[in-house]
C-alpha cells in the first residue's frame, strides 16, 4: 500500500520552515525519509522505527506516530541545499517491502 | 565503509534488445539488495529484491529478472526491452529492516 504524501510541492524563501507529512492506511513497522536531488539519486536521511520515536539530523526531524499511521518531517531555518524532492517511504508491519510516495517537491529561494 | 557501483549511467536501447544492468557492493557482507525503477516525476517503484544467494523476490510480473550470483552482485537483465521499460533504474542494499537503503548513482535507460 502506497503512503499518501502532503503537499505534493512547496516553496520557500531560505531561513523559512516547512512539514512534509506521510500517512498510510496499513499499520506500519517502520518509516523512512530520503531527498533526491534532480537527477540523482536518492539520499537517505533517517529511519523512524515502531515505537513513536522521533529523530533529528541537523536542522531536520521527523516524528512517527504509529497509531495514525502518519509521520512527520520538519525542516527548520531552511538552507538553498535543502532543495530537491522528499520522498517518504513506509514498511508495514505485516510485511518486508519498502514502499514510497510520490514524493514532496521542495524548493528554497534566496 | 560501504560503497555501492551501478552501470552504466545512461543506455539507450532499440525495443526488443536484450538488457543487462549491474550492481556491486563492497565493504559489507550478506547485505539486501533492491531494484527500483522511477518514471519522470514519479516515485521509486520496487521491482526486485533479495536477501541471499539466488534468493530473489519479485514484486512487479513482467519482461524483467533478476540474478544474484555472487554474495554482493545483483543484476537486472531483459531479454526483450519494450518502449514501457524506459526509466531511471536504481539499485540500493541495505544491513536488514532497522536500517535505511543506500543506492546507486542509478541508469538512465530510454528504450527507442
Known amino acids: 500500500q502506497q503512503p499518501v504524501q502532503s503537499p505534493q510541492a512547496v516553496i520557500l524563501r531560505e531561513g523559512e520552515d516547512a512539514v512534509i507529512n506521510c500517512s498510510s492506511s496499513k499499520a506500519l513497522y517502520s518509516v523512512h525519509w530520503y531527498r533526491q536531488k534532480h537527477g540523482e539519486a536518492p539520499v537517505f536521511l533517517m529511519i523512524l522505527l515502531k515505537g513513536g520515536e522521533q529523530k533529528g539530523h541537523e536542522k531536520i526531524s521527523a516524528s512517527f506516530n504509529e497509531k495514525k499511521q502518519q509521520s512527520s518531517l520538519y525542516l527548520t531555518a531552511s538552507q538553498l541545499s535543502y532543495s530537491g524532492t522528499y520522498f517518504c517511504g513506509t514498511v508495514e508491519t505485516s510485511g518486508s517491502r519498502l514502499t514510497f510516495g510520490e514524493g514532496t517537491q521542495l524548493t528554497v529561494n534566496p | 565503509s560501504q560503497t555501492i557501483h551501478q552501470w552504466p549511467a545512461t543506455l539507450v536501447q532499440p525495443v526488443g534488445s536484450p538488457l543487462s544492468l549491474e550492481c556491486t557492493v563492497e565493504g559489507t557482507s550478506n547485505p539486501n539488495l533492491y531494484w527500483y525503477r522511477q518514471a519522470a516525476g514519479r516515485g521509486l517503484q520496487l521491482l526486485f529484491y533479495?536477501?541471499?544467494?539466488?534468493?530473489i523476490s519479485s514484486e512487479v510480473p513482467q519482461n524483467l529478472s533478476a540474478s544474484r550470483p555472487q554474495d554482493r552482485q545483483f543484476i537486472l537483465s531483459s531479454k526483450k526491452l519494450l518502449l514501457s521499460d524506459s526509466g531511471f533504474y536504481l539499485c540500493?542494499?541495505?544491513?536488514?529492516?532497522?536500517?535505511?537503503?543506500?543506492f546507486g548513482s542509478g541508469t538512465r535507460l530510454t528504450v527507442v
Open positions: 540500493a542494499w541495505s544491513k536488514g529492516q532497522r536500517y535505511g537503503y543506500t
Open positions: 533479495s536477501v541471499g544467494i539466488g534468493q
